[in-house]
């Protein structure tokens, strides 16, 4: 997959990924491409680590689900930062 393509799949799979997630997530697209670039990395590597399947294709199912999946979990680590730094703000 072209760096473009995966650019264009992070951001896409962040945004389904905050779609997903209840609550309200902070950060704008360029945190939402972040997250998702982030996530469909870590999505690659957990699927090409138990299924032996990564994210290679930008039309391929499997490249989508992983990306988001990753991204859902990125996205949970992050509000947990956040959310302590906005904590002890207050």
């Given at each position: 997959?072209?760096?473009?393509?995966?650019?264009?799949?992070?951001?896409?799979?962040?945004?389904?990924?905050?779609?997903i997630l209840p609550g309200k997530q902070g950060g704008g697209w360029f945190i939402t491409l972040l997250l998702g670039v982030v996530g469909a990395i870590l999505g690659g590597w957990i699927?090409?680590?138990?299924f032996g399947v990564?994210?290679?294709?930008?039309?391929?199912?499997?490249?989508?689900l992983l990306a988001i999946g990753g991204a859902?979990?990125?996205?949970?680590i992050y509000g947990l930062?956040?959310?302590?730094?906005?904590?002890?703000r207050d």
């Open positions: 997959m072209s760096f473009l393509a995966f650019l264009l799949l992070g951001l896409i799979a962040g945004a389904i990924a905050k779609l699927g090409s680590a138990i990564g994210v290679d294709e930008f039309w391929s199912l499997s490249s989508w859902i979990i990125v996205l949970l930062i956040v959310g302590r730094n906005n904590k002890v």
